[in-house]
Protein backbone atom coordinates (compact mmCIF):
# COMPACT_ATOMS: atom_id res chain seq x y z
CA UNK A 1 0.00 0.00 0.00
CA UNK A 2 1.09 3.33 -0.85
CA UNK A 3 0.59 6.54 0.58
CA UNK A 4 0.79 9.91 -0.82
CA UNK A 5 -0.52 13.67 -0.54
CA UNK A 6 -0.43 15.93 -3.59
CA UNK A 7 -1.77 19.19 -4.81
CA UNK A 8 -3.53 19.29 -7.70
CA UNK A 9 -6.32 21.85 -10.09
CA UNK A 10 -9.77 21.15 -9.33
CA UNK A 11 -10.54 19.88 -12.82
CA UNK A 12 -8.15 18.34 -15.31
CA UNK A 13 -8.62 15.74 -18.89
CA UNK A 14 -10.26 13.13 -16.62
CA UNK A 15 -11.26 14.41 -13.16
CA UNK A 16 -13.65 17.48 -11.81
CA UNK A 17 -14.04 17.95 -8.57
CA UNK A 18 -17.98 19.23 -9.09
CA UNK A 19 -18.65 15.82 -10.85
CA UNK A 20 -19.39 12.85 -8.54
CA UNK A 21 -17.39 9.26 -8.71
CA UNK A 22 -19.03 8.09 -12.41
CA UNK A 23 -20.35 4.42 -11.98
CA UNK A 24 -17.80 2.04 -12.67
CA UNK A 25 -14.40 0.65 -11.52
CA UNK A 26 -11.94 3.05 -12.11
CA UNK A 27 -9.56 5.35 -10.46
CA UNK A 28 -11.41 8.45 -10.38
CA UNK A 29 -8.54 11.18 -9.08
CA UNK A 30 -6.97 14.03 -9.95
CA UNK A 31 -3.38 14.01 -11.58
CA UNK A 32 -0.69 15.72 -9.55
CA UNK A 33 0.55 19.13 -10.25
CA UNK A 34 3.85 18.16 -8.52
CA UNK A 35 5.00 15.02 -7.23
CA UNK A 36 3.59 13.80 -3.84
CA UNK A 37 4.95 12.67 -0.74
CA UNK A 38 4.40 10.08 2.24
CA UNK A 39 2.74 12.21 4.88
CA UNK A 40 1.36 9.92 7.07
CA UNK A 41 0.01 12.35 9.21
CA UNK A 42 -1.12 14.98 6.82
CA UNK A 43 -2.84 11.95 5.39
CA UNK A 44 -4.78 11.02 8.16
CA UNK A 45 -5.79 14.47 8.85
CA UNK A 46 -7.14 15.01 5.43
CA UNK A 47 -9.28 11.77 5.72
CA UNK A 48 -10.86 12.68 9.01
CA UNK A 49 -11.79 15.95 7.86
CA UNK A 50 -13.35 14.36 4.56
CA UNK A 51 -15.30 11.25 6.81
CA UNK A 52 -16.19 14.08 9.14
CA UNK A 53 -17.75 16.18 6.39
CA UNK A 54 -15.90 19.42 6.67
CA UNK A 55 -16.56 22.16 4.65
CA UNK A 56 -15.16 21.64 0.68
CA UNK A 57 -13.90 18.10 1.32
CA UNK A 58 -14.61 15.29 -0.74
CA UNK A 59 -13.91 11.69 -1.53
CA UNK A 60 -13.44 11.26 -5.00
CA UNK A 61 -13.20 7.06 -5.01
CA UNK A 62 -12.48 4.29 -2.92
CA UNK A 63 -9.17 5.64 -1.73
CA UNK A 64 -9.01 9.24 -2.99
CA UNK A 65 -9.80 11.99 -0.32
CA UNK A 66 -9.68 15.85 -1.10
CA UNK A 67 -10.17 19.13 0.50
CA UNK A 68 -10.70 22.20 -1.67
CA UNK A 69 -8.67 25.48 -0.53
CA UNK A 70 -7.35 28.92 -1.98
CA UNK A 71 -3.97 29.51 -2.36
CA UNK A 72 -3.52 31.09 0.70
CA UNK A 73 -5.31 28.94 2.76
CA UNK A 74 -3.61 25.78 1.48
CA UNK A 75 -0.58 27.62 2.36
CA UNK A 76 -1.35 28.12 5.96
CA UNK A 77 -2.87 24.85 6.35
CA UNK A 78 0.65 23.73 5.03
CA UNK A 79 2.48 26.21 7.39
CA UNK A 80 0.61 24.59 10.25
CA UNK A 81 2.11 20.70 9.45
CA UNK A 82 5.65 22.75 9.27
CA UNK A 83 6.00 24.20 12.07
CA UNK A 84 4.54 21.02 14.01
CA UNK A 85 7.30 18.76 12.32
CA UNK A 86 9.83 21.20 13.17
CA UNK A 87 8.93 21.24 17.02
CA UNK A 88 8.73 17.38 16.87
CA UNK A 89 12.55 17.31 15.40
CA UNK A 90 13.98 19.50 18.07
CA UNK A 91 12.16 16.86 20.47
CA UNK A 92 14.39 13.93 18.69
CA UNK A 93 17.85 12.93 19.86
CA UNK A 94 20.93 13.19 17.11
CA UNK A 95 20.12 9.97 15.22
CA UNK A 96 19.65 8.27 11.88
CA UNK A 97 16.03 8.39 12.57
CA UNK A 98 16.05 12.24 13.05
CA UNK A 99 18.00 12.55 9.75
CA UNK A 100 15.14 10.47 8.14
CA UNK A 101 12.49 12.18 9.53
CA UNK A 102 14.05 16.03 9.02
CA UNK A 103 14.11 15.37 4.73
CA UNK A 104 11.42 12.73 4.40
CA UNK A 105 8.60 14.10 6.33
CA UNK A 106 9.71 17.82 6.72
CA UNK A 107 11.22 18.35 3.39
CA UNK A 108 7.94 16.80 1.98
CA UNK A 109 5.97 19.23 3.55
CA UNK A 110 8.19 22.48 3.20
CA UNK A 111 8.51 21.53 -0.66
CA UNK A 112 4.23 21.25 -0.89
CA UNK A 113 4.46 24.67 0.64
CA UNK A 114 7.17 25.70 -1.48
CA UNK A 115 5.01 24.64 -4.69
CA UNK A 116 2.28 26.10 -3.55
CA UNK A 117 3.79 29.26 -3.47
CA UNK A 118 4.87 29.57 -6.61
CA UNK A 119 1.00 28.59 -7.67
CA UNK A 120 -1.17 31.48 -9.43
CA UNK A 121 -3.90 32.42 -7.27
CA UNK A 122 -6.89 30.48 -7.07
CA UNK A 123 -8.39 27.28 -6.08
CA UNK A 124 -6.73 23.82 -5.89
CA UNK A 125 -7.35 20.29 -4.31
CA UNK A 126 -4.65 18.71 -1.43
CA UNK A 127 -5.36 15.37 -1.91
CA UNK A 128 -4.38 12.22 0.02
CA UNK A 129 -4.47 8.99 -1.84
CA UNK A 130 -4.11 5.55 -1.03
CA UNK A 131 -3.18 3.10 -4.14
CA UNK A 132 -2.87 -0.71 -3.66
Not at 59 to 72: A, N, S, Y
Not at 94 to 101: A, C, P, T
Amino acid sequence: MELQVYISQLKDEEFDYNIEYPIGNRQYAPKPIYWGYRLVDLFKDIVHKVLDHDENTKQTDWGTFVIKFTKTDLMEYLLKYVVMYEKDLEKMSENFFKEIYKQNTLGGVNTLLNQTKKLPDGEYLLVAQELF
